[in-house]
């Protein structure tokens, strides 16, 4: 930063556990007005995924794949749990941010206003747009169904 002010401020939104101002004060592209959308899906295992790890945290389901919804409930868990060890927290924090940004995009404010009643309103305070009922909206594959939501403003 070269603005001392705005290290304080995001100093201050850490300790007050405002992600979504430390998510808006930690920009690497200004003019970028993207926001990170949580798409809770399941994905496949892949050869570097720590499998003790993920079932330690129960986010794998029965058919062995890792739960969107289970990531994002363990990472409620984590920030609720101030209580315990400042330390440990923070390490399961940045370990879980890791498999946190597998389930996330950054989408364009006019993208965001289209998918606007999709939201989980509860769930934006901890600084993500959490879509839910992305079945009829969103594919791994190919992407948002452009057929249900009318906007190619995807990042």
Request: aromatic share 12%.
């Amino acid at each position: 930063w070269t603005d001392g002010d705005k290290l304080e401020a995001y100093q201050r939104n850490f300790e007050r556990l405002d992600f979504k101002n430390i998510s808006n004060e930690f920009k690497l592209i200004e003019d970028n007005n993207s926001e990170q959308i949580f798409i809770p899906v399941e994905i496949e295992l892949s050869e570097e995924d720590d499998i003790e790890y993920l079932s330690d945290i129960n986010v794998l389901t029965e058919n062995q794949t890792i739960s969107g919804e289970m990531v994002f409930e363990q990472y409620i868990s984590i920030i609720k749990n101030q209580q315990t060890d400042f330390t440990l927290n923070q390490i399961n924090l940045k370990k879980l941010t890791g498999l946190l940004s597998r389930f996330t995009i950054s989408v364009y404010p006019t993208m965001l206003e289209k998918l606007s009643d999709k939201f989980d309103q509860e769930k934006e305070q901890y600084g993500y747009k959490y879509l839910l009922n992305y079945e009829g909206n969103y594919n791994m594959e190919t992407g948002f169904n452009t057929d249900n939501i009318d906007s190619d403003v995807i990042l």
